[in-house]
């Protein structure tokens, strides 16, 4: 297994472009999220999914669409790219229902808005 | 929603001294709490987490304590190493509802020689 995958590890964008984070899983996991890490404010939720077709809104969705049109995928999209969404972007998922299941986090994705 | 407040933000400490850092919750619903350990560059790991049916979890020599009714709780790293050098994240969560995952700011632990 491959866990979660996620692509490009690095991108420098220009403000107002658009661009998709890709985040892939091979775990057969219903429960996957996005987060972005900036310093001194940990991992905050952009937007998370519970399963094929269901998405909602984490702690900071402004300037974010997601969509989940099957159990292994969960693109994030930029619509108009901003410098304020400079930060590293991380996947990840696990089974719905806690129980004894860690969060799997993917590799991360650094992007970067000039 | 729910809010983790994460304590101190740095933390230096002599080789086989112990580490403590603290978290507190807002959300009397939160029954789960992961810590997770984070190297430079690399993807945040679990490295112990506590229900809230318990009051303290061993893994060798990292500890976590929770008291539900102050909610708040910790993680006791012992005999501390180089290798522990990292940023640590503590996060609550509910088994109920949409289960979204709150992390606290984070804690950079220093281990000096």
């Known amino acids: 297994n491959a866990g979660v995958t996620q692509t490009p590890k690095f991108q420098v964008l220009k403000t107002g472009q658009s661009m998709t984070l890709q985040c892939a899983q091979d775990?057969?996991?219903?429960?996957m999220s996005w987060y972005r890490q900036d310093p001194g404010m940990g991992l905050r939720l952009i937007h998370y999914?519970?399963?094929?077709?269901?998405?909602d809104q984490g702690e900071v969705p402004n300037g974010y669409n997601v969509s989940r049109s099957t159990t292994e995928d969960f693109p994030l999209r930029l619509l108009s790219a901003a410098p304020s969404q400079t930060s590293v972007y991380f996947c990840?998922?696990?089974?719905?229902?806690?129980?004894?299941?860690?969060?799997?986090f993917g590799d991360g994705t650094r992007l970067s808005i000039l | 929603g729910e809010n983790v407040e994460q304590h101190p933000s740095t933390l230096s400490v002599q080789e086989g001294d112990s580490a403590v850092i603290k978290c507190t919750y807002s959300?009397?619903?939160?029954?789960?709490f992961p810590w997770y350990k984070q190297e430079l560059g690399k993807r945040p790991q679990l490295i112990i987490d506590?229900?809230?049916?318990?009051g303290e979890k061993k893994d060798q020599r990292i500890a976590v304590t929770l008291n539900k009714t102050a909610k708040h709780f910790s993680l006791h790293i012992t005999e501390t190493q180089p290798e522990d050098s990292a940023v640590y994240f503590c996060?609550?969560?509910?088994?109920?509802?949409?289960?979204?995952?709150?992390f606290g700011q984070g804690t950079r632990l220093t281990i000096n020689p």
């Open positions: 990840a998922s696990r089974p719905r229902g806690l129980s004894n299941q860690p969060q799997h």
């Open positions: 775990m057969n996991h219903e429960y």
């Open positions: 999914s519970v399963g094929a077709g269901i998405t």
């Open positions: 959300d009397s619903a939160s029954n789960y």
């Open positions: 506590i229900r809230s049916n318990v």
């Open positions: 996060a609550a969560t509910s088994f109920q509802g949409a289960q979204k995952l709150v």
